[in-house]
């Protein structure tokens, strides 16, 4: 399976081909941006498939980091997949943006208790714990919001990792998602859903406030 995996939930955008190839290893062609606010996607995808020597028809499944973390790159993300899915039907996957992290931080050595924690705005992180080794990992706290005292509370002698962690933990590591490891991680799902399912990893409440009535003036 070729899959395309789209990861721009935080700072470092990133587009990645992972396809296994005849000798059944694993290969991935990244393209990484960062600084700036513009987005610039298909330019990044096309310089993915290019890279990896592939066309766009030849791709079976666009994997989407569903985050938590920047809302507006969450949603041009699943805005991509969404497009690419009503023009050539091909199959999606959402995949979390804090698994992708993990796998990040286990691929490069780490291992123990860890802790991902993503900027979720209003003085709150958004927080998960895990257990890792080499070969292994294990949930031990799921997703949730919490504060910055809060991590420091139940932070013990494990390791803080994520985005911008350095911002509240100084001697925390930064790691951030990559598409390459969104990919990775989507070759072991078969949860594929149509575009319209695709959703931000948003734990807040969504609540809206309805505007007023127009005001009719009159003489």
């Known amino acids: ?9 935080s700072a470092q955008r990133s587009v990645a ?19 700036g606010r513009a987005i610039r996607g298909l330019g ?27 809302y507006t790159g969450i949603r041009a993300a699943i805005a991509l997949a969404q497009g690419w899915q ?55 706290a ?6 910055v005292a809060d991590v420091r ?6 390791i803080i990792v994520g985005p911008e962690v350095t911002t509240w933990f100084p001697a925390g590591r ?3 998602p990559r598409a390459a490891t969104v990919g990775e991680l989507a070759l072991y799902q078969r949860d594929f859903v149509s575009g319209d399912k695709l959703e931000p990893i948003y734990l807040r409440e969504i609540t809206f406030v309805k505007a007023p009535l127009p005001r009719i003036m009159t003489q």
């Open 86 to 140: 009503l023009a050539r039907e091909v199959k999606l996957v959402g995949v979390s943006s804090a698994e992708a992290i993990v796998a990040q931080a286990q691929a490069d050595g780490l291992q123990g208790l860890v802790h991902v924690v993503v900027d979720a705005q209003r003085n709150e992180l958004y927080w998960a714990v895990y257990q890792m080794d080499r070969t292994t990992r294990r949930q031990v």
């Open 174 to 176: 930064i790691i951030t």
């Open 153 to 158: 509370a139940s932070q013990g002698s494990g």
């Open 17 to 35: 081909v992972v396809q296994k190839g005849r000798d059944n290893m694993l290969r991935a062609t990244e393209v990484i941006e960062t600084g």
């Open 142 to 147: 799921p997703l949730r919001l919490a504060t």
């Open 44 to 70: 990044a995808i096309e310089e993915s498939l290019r890279q990896a020597r592939i066309e766009l028809e030849q791709i079976d499944c666009i994997a989407v980091g569903l985050g938590p973390g920047s």
């Open 1 to 9: 399976m070729k899959i395309l995996a789209i990861e721009f939930s």
